[in-house]
């Protein structure tokens, strides 16, 4: 199935990171296990500890920007319909925003209503908006019906 977007390239500042990093990263850890020198030994574990922060960093970097690459994709090429607040549940926050879990109810103009979860973050501001049996405006993926992602606009992002 084609959504129409070639996939995009991986970014040069990012990939010249990674790659002068695990350089560092494998050169101080050699270094820290030929040395007889505790300094140089510790410095070989803050390397690997700096290289492991590293990968994890990389990893959520990767795994946001494919939650937002599927959102945006949902928001192009699926159909808006209007969905009945069941539940939610707090998942995180920070000062300015909540990570919220939501069950809706989607109410389609032709069939059945059914139900669905999903996750947005939303701003600590919009949260009044949200709340059980209020009925808003969703964004159900053409392709598989159980996605579905919050009208932007209620969450003012």
Same mark, same amino acid.
């Given at each position: /199935?084609?959504?129409?977007?070639?996939?995009?390239?991986?970014?040069?500042?990012? /990939?010249?990171?990674?790659?002068?990093?695990?350089?560092?990263?494998?050169?101080?850890?050699?270094?820290?296990? /030929?040395?007889?020198?505790? =300094?140089?030994?510790?410095?070989?574990?803050?390397?690997? $500890?700096?290289?492991?922060?590293?990968?994890?960093?990389?990893?959520?970097?990767?795994?946001?920007?494919?939650?937002?690459?599927?959102?945006d994709r949902v928001l192009?090429?699926? &159909? /808006?319909?209007?969905?009945?607040?069941?539940?939610?549940? &707090?998942?995180?926050?920070?000062?300015?925003? &909540?990570?919220?879990?939501? @069950?809706?109810?989607?109410?389609?103009?032709?069939?059945?209503?059914?139900?669905?979860?999903?996750?947005?973050?939303?701003?600590?501001?919009? $949260?009044?908006?949200?709340?059980? *049996?209020?009925?808003?405006?969703?964004?159900? *993926?053409? @392709? *598989?019906?159980?996605?579905?992602? $919050? =009208?932007? @606009?209620?969450?003012?992002?």
């Amino acid at each position: /199935m084609d959504t129409g977007s070639a996939p995009k390239p991986p970014n040069l500042l990012v /990939m010249l990171l990674i790659g002068v990093g695990s350089i560092a990263v494998f050169a101080v850890v050699a270094m820290g296990v /030929m040395s007889d020198d505790p =300094d140089v030994r510790g410095g070989s574990i803050f390397g690997l $500890i700096a290289a492991l922060a590293l990968v994890v960093v990389v990893l959520a970097v990767r795994r946001a920007r494919a939650r937002r690459e599927e959102r945006d994709r949902v928001l192009d090429a699926g &159909t /808006m319909h209007r969905a009945r607040i069941v539940s939610v549940r &707090t998942e995180g926050a920070n000062e300015l925003r &909540t990570r919220v879990g939501f @069950e809706l109810e989607v109410l389609p103009e032709v069939g059945e209503p059914y139900r669905v979860f999903c996750s947005e973050s939303v701003p600590n501001l919009a $949260i009044p908006r949200i709340q059980p *049996d209020a009925v808003i405006d969703v964004w159900v *993926d053409a @392709e *598989d019906r159980q996605r579905v992602v $919050i =009208d932007p @606009e209620l969450l003012g992002s």
